[in-house]
């Protein structure tokens, strides 16, 4: 099979879950909320449900009955983004499946986070992948999150690719919602708080136990 060449396509990729492990801090980032509202039990599902229906724009009050939930959240993020520093570590093997993807294609990274790009590339480099990604956008960087392709078609017009040689990587039900809505290919990965069940339901192209598979189906995914 041909090799593809590297300006012929961008690769995508979410932070959270995808690149980075940021489960440690989701889970301090709930306790230091919990303890802030006088709770100290934190039922397990919760630390998880919480960011997964944030992702989605969901509401959480079912979860966080009598609380203050506009309290509870100020200092749930705030905790979250001030932790993802020193908490999140890269996933095994992504390091080296990023040299490989990067040699064929422009990588891009797109967070959900609030917080500045220069604060995203300090943790990259700290982690010694910044220079894998030419791309770097969080949400302050959009007026309109993820599901919307807005992000993604901002790097697609940087690269000069079509969205259909495009490729977005995320372990979340909306990176695959945006991938979409911007008609490239997309990839679910398993490393993140997702499950397999969750991702299949939206129908990506591919679902991956990891980006560190990617290198292997990248050529057959863009045949």
Not at 45 to 55: M, N, S, Y
Not at 74 to 83: D, F, K, S, V
Not at 133 to 157: Q, W, Y
């Amino acid at each position: 099979m041909r090799e593809i060449q590297r300006k012929s396509i961008a690769i995508l990729l979410d932070l959270d879950g995808t690149i980075v492990d940021s489960r440690e801090a989701y889970l301090e980032a709930m306790k230091t909320a919990f303890r802030s509202i006088g709770h100290k039990l934190i039922d397990v599902g919760t630390v998880t449900e919480i960011p997964k229906r944030l992702e989605q724009n969901l509401a959480i009050d079912d979860l966080l009955i009598g609380l203050d939930v506009k309290s509870f959240l100020g200092i749930y993020l705030r905790t979250y983004y001030e932790n993802t520093a020193t908490k999140s570590k890269l996933i095994p093997n992504v390091s080296e499946a990023l040299r490989r993807l990067s040699e064929k294609a422009n990588l891009a990274l797109t967070t959900m986070r609030y917080v500045s790009k220069q604060q995203v590339l300090k943790e990259l480099e700290k982690l010694g992948v910044a220079k894998y990604f030419r791309i770097v956008l969080t949400a302050l960087d959009t007026c309109n999150s993820k599901p919307s392709p807005e992000a993604l078609l901002k790097c697609a017009r940087e690269f000069n690719v079509e969205t259909g040689r495009c490729v977005v990587v995320g372990d979340s039900v909306v990176d695959i919602r945006a991938g979409k809505n911007a008609s490239a290919k997309t990839v679910g990965v398993l490393t993140g708080i997702f499950s397999r069940k969750e991702l299949e339901a939206e129908k990506p192209d591919l679902i991956l136990e990891s980006v560190s598979e990617l290198p292997e189906s990248l050529d057959l995914l863009l045949k």
